[in-house]
């Protein structure tokens, strides 16, 4: 796992009321008709509910227009509650009912998404754009869809689409600089949140990402700044400080690095990754003890987190504990068997209990897994074994 791994939601879906009932409903028996025009929630669900039970709008049976409105109006609300089987059946009613509409298509799209059916959601925006072309959300769904299946390109199309059809949607910005970055091409994805941010400079997370965009150029002071911001912005978010405590942990800062791992544990004591930069810094400190339980809650919150096995095999064998490190060692290689440094360290930690011929096994397969590891290639030498 990436250090500066983003904890935090690079794109979401924006989803945003489908359409208003008209004036006349909202203002005709302020509970249902108002509730499913505007509640929220429960709230919403209820009032939609009651007129869809009923079949009647102001003592008259509803039309199918406003009936399909309705429908997708309690869809928007179950979706929200995270209720998205729900929602999926109220937008089907909703396009059953009026097959012309192209917000219907693209709710429902968001619903799969949201579901993690990708494929049914890019099949609901391709139909929400061939009923409107100039349909601005349903191209940045579909460019969220895209990027959550690592079609970047694909991706970074739908968003610039979106662009030229709203140049002020800051967060379409947003969203193809972290398409550009997830591709590596750092200076576009900046030159993307550099745009966003003049649209909307109040959003922590575009300088959040920026700031990561930052942070692998290497230009950690950059970054850096960029967390400042958004820690100003938005003080609690837990991903802002851990990725601020990474960057000053590549500079070598360990005790800032460990008071922003402190903070961020503290919003979300649930980031496993916190715990595991947390327990590098420490290690760097050569506080080992508290580095190990570190990768312990790591681990504990993910048991399959490789690296935090390795780690601690490290730490172990810092101590002198090579039992335990090469126990760590075999559960990294257990998840990962080309994991070329656990194999060397474990072969290392062999040679330190004497046992010559499990280290040398060990950097022989370090070197079949990767011919340039110079540390198994040498300590093979040292044991005067021929690479």
Same mark, same amino acid.
């Given at each position: ?16 009321? !489908? ?6 409903l909202?203002?005709? @028996? ?7 025009n ?18 009647r709008? %102001?003592?008259k ?7 399909a409105?309705?429908?997708? $109006? ?5 979706? +929200?509650?995270?209720d998205? =089987?729900?929602?999926i059946e ?9 097959p ?25 925006? /391709?139909?929400?754009?061939? !009923? ?6 349903a ?11 690592g079609? %970047?390109? &694909? ?11 709203n ?6 910005y ?12 750092? =200076? ?12 909307d400079?109040?959003?922590? +997370? ?7 965009a930052?942070?692998?150029?290497g230009?950690?002071?950059r970054?850096?700044?960029d ?5 100003g ?6 991903g ?22 402190d +903070?961020?544990?503290?919003? /979300? ?7 595991? /930069? @947390?327990?590098?810094a ?5 506080? %080992?003890?508290?580095?190990i ?10 048991? &399959? ?5 390795? /780690?601690?095999?490290l ?7 090579f039992?335990?490190?090469?126990? =760590? %060692? ?14 060397? $360290?474990?072969g ?5 209990k ?7 096994? =060990? ?14 290639? $040498? ?9």
């Open positions: 796992m990436n250090r500066l791994a983003l904890s935090i939601a690079l794109f979401s879906l924006a989803i945003v009321p !489908l359409v208003s009932l008209d004036a006349g909202a203002e005709s @028996r302020a509970d249902d008709a108002a509730d499913c505007k509640g929220r929630g429960d709230t919403q669900i209820r009032g939609c509910s009651q007129i869809i039970e009923s079949g709008l %102001f003592g049976p509803i039309s199918r227009q406003r009936l409105i309705t429908h997708a $109006n309690r869809g928007l609300a179950y979706d +929200e509650k995270g998205y =089987d729900r929602a109220d937008y089907n009613t909703a396009i059953k009912l009026n012309k509409n192209a917000w219907a298509y693209k709710n429902r799209g968001i619903a799969y998404a949201n579901k993690g059916d990708l494929d049914r959601a890019i099949e609901d925006y /391709n139909s929400a754009i061939k !009923l409107n072309p100039r349909y601005t959300k191209y940045y769904n579909r460019g969220s869809a895209y990027d959550d299946k079609e %970047f390109d &694909r991706a970074i199309q739908d968003y610039g689409r979106a662009i030229r059809l140049p002020k949607d800051a967060w379409a947003n969203n193809r600089g972290v398409a550009y970055r997830k591709k590596g091409e750092f =200076d576009r994805a900046i030159q993307d949140y550099d745009k966003a941010i003049r649209l400079p109040k959003d922590a +997370e575009v300088y959040n990402n920026r700031g990561v930052y942070a692998k150029k230009e950690l002071d970054a850096i700044q967390y400042d911001k958004a820690v912005l938005d003080p609690k978010d837990a802002v400080y851990k990725n601020r405590g990474a960057a000053y942990g590549s500079k070598g800062e360990y005790d800032r690095a460990i008071a922003d791992y +903070e961020a544990i503290r919003l /979300n004591p649930r980031i496993a990754n916190a715990y595991y /930069n @947390r327990g590098l420490y290690a760097k400190k050569g506080e %080992f003890d508290r580095a339980a570190d990768f312990d809650t790591a681990i504990k919150l993910n048991p &399959r987190y490789t690296k935090s096995y390795y /780690n601690r095999g730490a172990y064998a810092k101590m002198g504990k039992d335990r490190a090469i126990a =760590d %060692f075999d559960a990294a290689i257990k998840l990962n068997p080309k994991y070329t440094k656990a194999y060397s $360290n474990r290392t930690a062999y040679r330190e004497g046992n010559k011929d499990r280290a040398i096994a =060990d950097y022989r397969k370090a070197l079949a897994l990767n011919p340039s590891d110079e540390l198994a290639r $040498n300590n093979l030498k040292s044991l005067g074994e021929t690479p």
